[in-house]
């Protein structure tokens, strides 16, 4: 199974920071990576796909990029709803896995 | 919009069964296949199952496989796992989700709320 490996595991930022998210997969996954928004009591919800491209409906403060093993989410002009809990996921290989998460939390 | 809406979840006791449900709406449910990923409470995310969207090909992780069992009902556009021999540690939130392409790849754009299941004595 290719391991996804998300760092840092927790971050602690301020209303209006930029902050970044990295990504490693073990093994090269091309652009099959997407980045997920958790949030308690809440659906997850898609931010990108295919490493790069903006899901329907989410906001242009979030992007990503890479390619092969190494990808970044960044988040910009951090706002009260952005604190949350982000996944990466590939989709290269099954089966799918998952990065364990980075906890996003206000400063 | 696409809605995923799932039920079913609940207490149980080891080596019970329990049957998750999962009604969609919103897209053309028969073209996509769909898959149940789950989170251990405080944990990450691990994927448990996926099937696609005629019903031809399933898939489990290890974790579960020869105890869960997922299928589809397209004309009730519902998704469902069957789990067998709940163990405690399968107690977590089940996700259903869709992927975002007819092709099977898993690129998962919609999910659902989720539902509890508690596998405890």
């Known amino acids: 199974d290719i391991q996804m490996t998300q760092s840092p595991s927790s971050l602690s930022a301020s209303l209006g920071d930029r902050v970044t998210i990295t990504c490693r997969a073990s093994h090269d996954i091309s652009n099959s990576l997407a980045w997920f928004q958790l949030q308690p009591g809440k659906a997850p919800k898609s931010l990108i796909y295919a490493a790069s491209s903006l899901q329907s409906g989410v906001p242009s403060k979030f992007s990503g990029s890479g390619s092969g093993t190494d990808f970044t989410l960044t988040i910009s002009s951090l706002q009260p709803e952005d604190f949350a809990t982000y996944y990466c996921q590939q989709y290269n290989t099954k089966p799918i896995t998952f990065g364990q998460g980075t906890r996003l939390e206000i400063k | 919009e696409v809605h995923l809406l799932e039920s079913g979840g609940g207490l149980v006791q080891p080596g019970e069964s329990l049957r998750l449900s999962c009604a969609a709406s919103g897209f053309t449910f028969s073209t996509y296949a769909m898959a149940w990923v789950r989170q251990v409470p405080g944990k990450g995310l691990e994927w448990v199952s996926d099937?696609?969207?005629?019903?031809?090909?399933?898939s489990y992780a290890d974790s579960v496989k020869g105890r869960f069992t997922v299928s589809r009902d397209n004309s009730k556009n519902t998704v469902y796992l069957q789990m067998n021999s709940l163990r405690p540690g399968d107690t977590a939130i089940y996700y259903c989700?869709?992927?975002?392409?007819?092709?099977?790849?898993?690129?998962?754009?919609?999910w659902g709320h989720g539902t509890l299941v508690t596998v405890s004595s």
């Open positions: 989700a869709k992927d975002m392409k007819p092709n099977g790849k898993l690129d998962l754009d919609y």
């Open positions: 099937i696609t969207g005629d019903t031809t090909q399933t």
